[in-house]
């Protein structure tokens, strides 16, 4: 199976590193500084769980086309970029491919849906911590590499059982879903929560889940999440919210959301997809959604990065 990595960031720069470590054949593309690191120096994983490696030579390019007709590509790019990359890959897929999204948010698969058809479209969900810490090195936090990923369908294809089977060998907790939609909501719940919380309040989540008016709003934006979600049609039970504020009280105290390491970095937000997200899909189906509303609007000035 060839693989185009599109965005090597810390999800695609990870997942593409432990592909490629096992003998995959992983293609990356890349840009600036960290493009050129690549090129240099190769790709450098450091996991104080899984070990420090690095990548040598890395198969790395800043265009698509020259990688040429891909089995499969893994799309880790911010919310911002995806139209643009969808008509940047046009001519790399086949009639075959198969395009799997790692991004943020459950609008997505909507957009390279209607870009590339339904049949195209997998579904997948990355739960990881990792970010680029330098040009050429992404820096994984904790032990968690979890991918799930399925058919929109619900079938096991062939490609979702290679797929699977290669992700298993790269020592990925990889799982397969007979119901996407489901587990992209799932994600989407805890995400909104988390980086909604992290973000407003700049804080990690320990202080947060501990006060009882911080843990309180914690939960409110998951819930509103979960109403938005159901109105939809999405098969989530009434009280998943509640389900994952106590999964809130599992993880590290230090945990924060790469919502919260963008704004401190000021880098541009994905505000508009996670907590913007459960707004403006609120108001087609009729839920009303303060809190998630509150962040939005407060994290506003701060939405298209720091102006130097």
Same mark, same amino acid.
């Given at each position: 199976? !060839? ?12 997942? =593409?590193?432990?592909? *490629?470590?096992?003998? @995959?054949?992983?293609?990356?593309? @890349? ?17 104080? /769980?899984? =070990? ?17 007709? /891909? ?9 911002? #970029? ?5 008509? +940047?890959?046009?001519?790399?897929? =086949?009639?075959?491919? *198969? ?7 459950? /609008? +997505? ?16 969900? @990355? ?26 369908? =619900? ?5 979702? !059982? ?24 799932? !994600? ?27 843990? *309180? ?7 509103? *999440?979960?109403?938005? %979600? ?8 009434? #009280?998943?919210? &509640? ?7 599992? /993880? ?13 970095? %000021? ?9 913007? &997200? ?5 108001? !087609? ?19 298209? &990065?720091?102006?130097?």
């Amino acid at each position: 199976m !060839k693989i185009l990595m599109m965005g090597s960031g810390g999800v695609g720069g990870l997942f =593409g590193a432990r592909l *490629a470590h096992i003998g @995959a054949d992983v293609h990356f593309v @890349a840009r600036g500084a960290h493009l050129a690191a690549m090129r240099e120096h190769g790709l450098k994983i450091e996991s104080q /769980v899984h =070990g420090d490696f690095c990548l040598t030579p890395v198969k790395v390019s800043e265009d698509p086309l020259s990688v040429g007709v /891909v089995d499969c590509v893994i799309l880790g790019v911010k919310l911002w #970029d995806t139209h643009l990359v969808a008509e +940047k890959i046009k001519p790399i897929i =086949g009639p075959h491919t *198969a395009i799997l999204s790692l991004q943020n948010g459950v /609008v +997505k698969d909507d957009i390279l849906r209607a870009v590339f058809g339904a049949k195209a479209v997998m579904g997948g969900v @990355a739960y990881v911590g990792t970010h680029i810490a330098r040009p050429g090195v992404i820096h994984q936090v904790g032990g968690l590499q979890r991918l799930v990923l399925g058919e929109y369908d =619900g079938t096991l294809s062939e490609r979702v !059982k290679t797929l699977h089977a290669l992700l298993l060998k790269a020592n990925i907790q990889a799982e397969i879903s007979t119901d996407i939609q489901r587990t992209l909501w799932e !994600k989407y719940t805890f995400l909104v929560g988390l980086s909604g919380c992290t973000a407003s309040m700049r804080s990690t989540i320990g202080p947060i889940r501990q006060h009882p008016q911080s843990r *309180a709003f914690l939960l409110s934006l998951m819930q509103e *999440a979960v109403a938005v %979600g159901r109105a939809l049609g999405v098969d989530l039970p009434e #009280d998943y919210a &509640g389900n994952r504020l106590a999964f809130a009280d599992t /993880v590290p105290a230090s945990m924060d959301s790469s919502l919260h390491h963008d704004l401190k970095q %000021g880098n541009r937000l994905e505000v508009e997809w996670l907590a913007g &997200g459960v707004v403006s899909l609120g108001q !087609k189906v009729g839920v009303p959604t303060p809190c998630n509303r509150a962040v939005w609007d407060i994290l506003s000035l701060q939405a298209q &990065g720091r102006v130097d």
